[in-house]
T-cell receptor, first 110, second 114 residues
Framework: QKEVEQNSGPLSVPEGAIASLNCTYSDRGSQSFFWYRQYSGKSPELIMFIYSNGDKEDGRFTAQLNKASQYVSLLIRDSQPSDSATYLCAPEGGTYKYIFGTGTRLKVLA | DADVTQTPRNRITKTGKRIMLECSQTKGHDRMYWYRQDPGLGLRLIYYSFDVKDINKGEISDGYSVSRQAQAKFSLSLESAIPNQTALYFC?????????????FGEGSRLTVL
C-alpha cells in the first residue's frame, strides 16, 4: 500500500462546477496536510494546508480532513479553466519529511 | 529573482557520466529537499536536510548522493548516471520557525540521460 494515494485522473468537470479531489494516507501519525497545485512544466505551489479535523475554507477552495478515516479532500467551487492542473496531496507526520501522492490531474472544460 | 535557484535548468548527458545538480536559496530556510518527478509517479523524495550536519535519505536515494555545503546550498549528485534517472528534479526549502511547514520549490532541473 502506498503511503499517499490519489486518483490520477484526469478528473473532468464543466466550468462553474465543484471539483472534488481526494487523498488517503497510511501514516496515522500525520499531523498536517498540504495541497499543492502544479501546472504542466512548472513547480508545485501551495494551495492550502489543514491541521484539524473538519473543513477549512479559503476563497473558492475548501480542504476537508477526517483523521479517523485517514482521508483529506480538496473542493474547488466555481471551477475555472485556469484551475486545470495537477493537484498534489502531501501529509506530514511531524518529522518534516513530506511524501507526496501521485497527484490528480484536473481538467475544467469551458 | 527566484528565491530557490536550481542549476542547470536543462542537462543532457550520457550513461556513466557524473552529474551535479545545484540548489541555492536566499530565503534563509533551514530545511532543504530534493525530489524527482516522473510522469504518473508524482514527486518522490530523494534526500532531505534539516541543517548542514543533518542529511537524511528519502524514498529513492539509491544512485544519488547529496552535499549540504552551507545553509543556503544543497547539491545532488549522480555518480554514474543511468537512463532511468531521466526525470525532472526539484529542490525545495522549508523553515522550522514558520508554523505552516510550506515547501517552496525551485523551477526544476530537467535531466536526460542517454
Amino acid at each position: 500500500q502506498k503511503e499517499v494515494e490519489q486518483n490520477s485522473g484526469p478528473l473532468s468537470v464543466p466550468e462553474g462546477a465543484i471539483a472534488s479531489l481526494n487523498c488517503t494516507y497510511s501514516d496515522r501519525g500525520s499531523q498536517s496536510f498540504f495541497w499543492y497545485r502544479q501546472y504542466s512544466g512548472k513547480s508545485p505551489e501551495l494551495i492550502m494546508f489543514i491541521y484539524s479535523n473538519g473543513d477549512k475554507e479559503d476563497g473558492r477552495f475548501t480542504a476537508q480532513l477526517n483523521k479517523a478515516s485517514q482521508y483529506v479532500s480538496l473542493l474547488i467551487r466555481d471551477s475555472q479553466p485556469s484551475d486545470s492542473a495537477t493537484y498534489l496531496c502531501a501529509p506530514e507526520g511531524g518529522t518534516y519529511k513530506y511524501i507526496f501522492g501521485t497527484g490528480t490531474r484536473l481538467k475544467v472544460l469551458a | 529573482d527566484a528565491d530557490v535557484t536550481q542549476t542547470p535548468r536543462n542537462r543532457i548527458t550520457k550513461t556513466g557520466k557524473r552529474i551535479m545538480l545545484e540548489c541555492s536559496q536566499t530565503k534563509g530556510h533551514d530545511r532543504m529537499y530534493w525530489y524527482r518527478q516522473d510522469p504518473g509517479l508524482g514527486l518522490r523524495l530523494i534526500y532531505y536536510s534539516f541543517d548542514v550536519k543533518d542529511i537524511n535519505k528519502g524514498e529513492i536515494s539509491d544512485g544519488y548522493s547529496v552535499s549540504r555545503q552551507a545553509q543556503a546550498k544543497f547539491s545532488l549528485s549522480l555518480e554514474s548516471a543511468i537512463p532511468n534517472q531521466t526525470a525532472l528534479y526539484f529542490c525545495a526549502t522549508s523553515d522550522t520557525s514558520r508554523g505552516t511547514g510550506e515547501l517552496f520549490f525551485g523551477e526544476g532541473s530537467r535531466l536526460t540521460v542517454l
